[in-house]
């Protein structure tokens, strides 16, 4: 056969599709469209890695402290910051210090003014300033015994043990500092349990007994009182 045998074969099967196209879409009703569905392009999360140009945030000494004493986990504690506003965790402190119960201090020392608040976890909390800075955090913890013995497992050997006074009632060796971490703890007699903790910037072990003990002590009323 010739090629030009093939041209009619080829044009009489083109025919054939064009009007089987035309009778598929004069079935359809004319007054149902077809419908058009519109993809949205695909949103491709990517995770953003961290460039000396793009570090991740990360949360200031300041918020990691606080979070610290509101969660009451010390493991890592390392002194309490300096220069931090505490006002989301104390509060706004009051104008008048005159009109705030004080907390004594074993040396008394006249530029620190304290105050009691209110923070969740823990028993008679105060603040204690000096020119407007905080220096000591101290309180009595509401903890488990289970938690006393991690923190206290965790502290190791304290830098010195003095006694101290809980309420009128002597504890021998029991008050452990850890003065180069900001941290003393005041144990029961065989240092199983915590009843009280201070925190406060990282300082020599005499800068705390002279500046920083706060003084738990009680004194005996009066007889007849």
């Given amino acids: 056969m ?42 491709v999360v990517e995770e953003i890695k961290p460039t000396p140009m793009n570090p991740r945030p990360t949360p200031s000494t300041c918020d990691i402290a606080k979070q610290m004493i509101l969660d009451r986990s010390f493991s890592q504690w390392q002194g309490l910051p300096t220069d931090c506003d505490w006002t989301s965790l ?26 009691k608040l209110k923070v969740n976890g823990y028993y ?22 289970a938690e ?27 008050e452990c500092i850890f003065a180069s971490r900001g941290m003393t703890v005041f144990t029961n007699r065989d240092h199983s349990l915590i009843a009280h903790i201070a925190l406060y910037p990282p300082c020599a072990t005499a800068h705390y007994e002279q500046y920083l003990r706060p003084n738990l002590a009680k004194e005996r009323l009066p007889k007849g009182n």
């Fill in 124 to 145: 008679l909390p105060y603040f204690t300033y000096t020119e407007g800075r905080l220096i000591l955090f101290d309180a009595s913890l509401v903890s488990t015994p």
């Fill in 90 to 115: 104390t509060g706004p402190l009051p104008a008048d210090w005159t009109l705030v119960p004080g907390r004594s201090m074993i040396t008394e020392y006249a530029h620190h003014a304290s105050i």
């Fill in 148 to 174: 006393d013995a991690a923190l206290l497992a965790t502290l190791g050997e304290p830098e010195k043990c003095l006694t101290w006074q809980d309420g009128m009632e002597p504890m021998p060796a029991t």
């Fill in 2 to 43: 010739t090629k030009g045998y093939y041209g009619p074969i080829i044009l009489w099967f083109c025919c054939l599709a064009i009007v089987a196209g035309c009778k598929v879409h004069s079935s359809r009703n004319p007054t149902q469209p077809s419908a058009s569905i519109a993809l949205a392009p695909a949103t």
